[in-house]
């Protein structure tokens, strides 16, 4: 039998790992599910987040450093740019007037809402970050609700990770509504290149790639021909890192996509249709 595809073999763990989630919470298998098979999802997650900063830095600085000719990046630069704003703006009018008009949020179900918005709230109270349309409703719950979402809200070690990289863009988001015009500017340039690949910063590690590539281009061709070849075999490492990965993505989409429904659902199956309904339309 001829080999199948891998974006077919991807289409099926994903399948399978839909089903799964329906059986695991039709017969209370949720903690297994959770403990057994969701890390390999993580690791999965980890694996992609591992590679892309490498990935991305070494491929901009062998692009640019390949042109050859320094002259020629005024052209490509302005093309590149229009390109990028023509195509920014696009996505954001496309998905604007698309959100406005189907409103996906409003096919979920009261009671996901409602626990949602729970959810939100105790984590903006654990937070100390101000509730964006400032009502609460934590205020109407008894003790024992808002204990069990409590429980449910620290029991996930992840998503408390994933809390604070949400509370550092919002204070960061702050700290731009006082500043300048040009602050965009000057927060795209690194003081510390390592602080900048360890949050990890893409504006400033590509700000930084593309200077490397750049002054490669301007020093003398035999300083500069071992710096690039060390580049294009770095950039052909981390290349093969992204299909080996790739190779085991069917199984770790599975695991994925079991864990992180049943995550959500519980041992609740009508909450996994719930969740499918509003992805939908989302999608």
Known sequence: MRKLALH??????????????????????????LNWIDP????????????????????????????????????????TLVAYMITTIFAITIGLVLVNILQPGKKISEEQRTENRITYELWA????????????????LTPAQKQKYEEKLTSLEEERAANAGVKDKLDKAD????????????????????????????LQIIFFAIFFGIVLLFISKEKAKPVIAFVDGVNEVFIK???????????????????????????????????????????
Not at 130 to 138: C, N, P, Q
């Open 8 to 33: 077919w073999q991807i289409m099926i763990g994903l399948i399978l790992g839909v089903v799964w989630a329906l059986v695991s919470s039709s017969m209370g298998w949720t903690e297994f599910t």
């Open 40 to 79: 390999f999802g993580d690791i999965f997650i980890r694996l992609l987040k591992l590679i892309a900063v490498p990935l991305v830095l070494f491929s901009i600085i062998q692009g640019v450093a390949n042109i050859g000719d320094g002259s020629k990046l005024g052209r490509l630069g302005l093309k």
């Open 125 to 140: 109270s654990n937070n100390n970050v101000e509730i964006a349309d400032g009502r609460s409703i934590l205020d109407d």
């Open 175 to 202: 700290r731009q509504r006082g500043s300048t015009p040009l602050q965009f500017l000057v927060d795209m340039v690194p003081t510390n290149f390592i602080t900048a690949m360890n949050k990890p910063e893409m």
């Open 241 to 283: 890192m992204v299909d080996v990965v790739m190779q085991a993505a069917p199984f770790f989409v599975f695991a994925l996509l079991a864990g992180k429904i049943a995550e959500i659902a519980g041992d609740d199956p009508s909450k996994v249709m719930g969740i499918f309904k509003s992805l939908a339309w989302y999608s």
